[in-house]
């Protein structure tokens, strides 16, 4: 499955863009108001299609208040919220392992930085749930159910997430600032060169004022795509050349969200999160309403493709303990990707 | 690709069984009314998942009207209709070539004896129209389209046709006696051992009374299923040894479609179809309505999944001239299977 294998997988993304997605530049559909429930069932999920609108929030309230920070915090003074503070933004990223020295081997010195987002917005944010809706509708009609959680953003331009997937039909609305996206579908799982990260979180000593990254205990790895679609300018040639098919197959589809647009982001499409503030300055605030998938046929295809192996990472870039990704008999044991997490 | 190719292969036709379809004796759901149009393409199209729906044309006229041959023929008395006639009621099926020497290799003296539905009910039949609905209203409003085609189909005990799939929505409406439909998912097409035939067509006799198989010329090959689901007692353990992922993987949906029912056959899946008279003995009716389906990314993974060699037929039993199936490169720049057609 090496070569003629990897050549039909590559197919698969040509042709995924060629049926459905299109491949031109302007390529994510925009609409410039709420779709019917049947119309977004039926032209954007039931296909797993992408899709932006406009004029579906003009209504929240949010979009004028939440940019005055004062709002915010007089909103929510009587709240005991939990913040996710790291030294450069990047939680839910892969970042460099606490303690290890620099000579190691790259690729065993890495480590999963978590973050979570567990309906952060109806339980400890509850304080600004009057200023937007409770769902986005036409969704709740369309998917015949509720909203599993809610979740607030607020970040600056540091904060990143770095390529990931959902379980989840995601709503994501930006209400100040800008949201930059880049999206994959779920057919280019290979490009993502999913690993097993061990994951660890940032704490955050008053005392001294740093940031320690500590691994948990008992190590628990966490399935991350190891692609950085922004290295830097030093290291853009070595990454590129450990993930030729992420940065040598067909671009990402590329999109901005400005506050009062939101954008349907199907269920398994993997993202990669960055944000800019909007012209007033204010750090950037979205709201996003993930809705239970169905596990359908278009799940158990995904399962299948992604047991296929193709662009492993060469062996001594591959993290300690993982399993290799040579033998297609041996992979057929493999369990599904579980990774779970969004910004 | 071949072992370990095949294990996750199989895995994909148990997975989506478990994910979607279910996998016990009553496994293909009934609805008692017809569904909303958001229901039917949230629960069943967008899921590419059948089912059968009771009460949605008991409105129709033709329910008590076609069981009666002497309504059906003055109907048409005006009319000119084309028949299909065969001399076992097995058109679109696999069938052995005339003039074939039966000792010759068995694989090469086969061919796709073929008839053709083109909208039929609209133009040839239209003298029933006003029996029956223009569409299915509900499926219409689902799916933002009229039907493409309506085909009506009259057989008897002995009309029977071989396995395969079609690029449409379908809903195939029940008028007199009883559809026999054995249903395979897309997933499952490594099963269906479908290869290139060449065309044929009966032509009958007037003056002999008798029928005679004619291969097009020049040969047209079509890609058909190779599997007979019901073999002789005398070929059946051929058979089997020739398609053993059909025998001996998951058995395929079953269900029979009463008088007044109607079945949704998603686009893709494979299906074998025969019939029984009702309980008034007469022969049976049916119409089905083609709608549009979307490429969407369900499509590009079934492509995919076709592309992948497995379950080849032994070198000795493959027609003639057809393409060998063993090597994933080769394979990789065939295209997609164009079969269509129904009962």
């Known amino acids: 499955m090496k070569s003629g294998g990897g050549r039909i997988i590559e197919k698969l993304w040509e042709e995924v863009r060629e049926l459905s997605l299109g491949s031109d530049d302007t390529r994510i559909n925009r609409l410039d108001s709420p779709p ?32 005055h920070l004062p709002y915010l915090s007089r909103s929510l003074s009587t709240s005991l919220v939990s913040l996710h503070l790291t030294p450069n933004g990047r939680a839910d990223s892969i970042v460099p392992l606490p303690d290890h020295n620099k000579d190691d081997d790259l690729s065993s010195s890495l480590c999963f930085a978590s973050a ?43 904060s990143e997430t770095s390529f990931h997937k959902d379980h ?17 579908p779920p057919t280019d799982v290979h490009r993502m060169y999913i690993r097993p990260y061990p994951a660890a979180q940032y704490s955050y000593s008053h005392e001294t004022g740093e940031f320690s990254l500590e691994v948990e205990q008992p190590t628990r790895f966490v399935p991350w795509s190891s692609v950085d679609p922004f290295p830097s300018p030093e290291t853009r040639e070595a990454e590129m050349d450990k993930f030729p098919l992420y940065f040598r197959g067909p671009k990402p589809f590329q999109c901005t969200i400005k506050a009062g647009e939101v954008l349907y982001l199907p269920s398994m499409w993997f993202h990669h999160v960055r944000q800019s503030p909007g012209d007033d300055g204010c750090c950037t605030i979205a709201v996003n309403y993930w809705y239970d998938m169905q596990f359908d046929i278009k799940c ?22 993982s399993p290799s990704q040579t033998d297609v008999s041996e992979m057929s044991e493999q369990e599904p990707d579980e990774q779970n997490g969004d910004q």
């Open 36 to 67: 019917t429930p049947l119309q977004f069932l039926r032209d954007y999920v039931s296909q797993n299609k992408p899709c932006i609108i406009s004029n579906a929030i003009s209504h929240w309230p949010a979009l004028s208040r939440w940019p």
């Open 116 to 158: 979570h987002q567990n309906d952060c917005f109806r339980t400890e944010y509850s304080g600004l749930a009057a200023d937007c809706d409770p769902d986005v509708p036409w969704a709740t009609e369309a998917l015949g159910c509720s909203p599993d959680a809610v979740n607030l953003w607020i970040g600056n331009h540091l």
């Open 168 to 184: 989840y039909e995601n709503l994501y609305a930006v209400v100040s600032g800008e949201k930059h996206f880049l999206l994959l």
């Open 300 to 321: 158990a295809y995904f399962n299948f493709l992604q047991s296929i192996p193709y662009g492993s990472l060469p062996p001594e870039t591959r993290p300690e303990g």
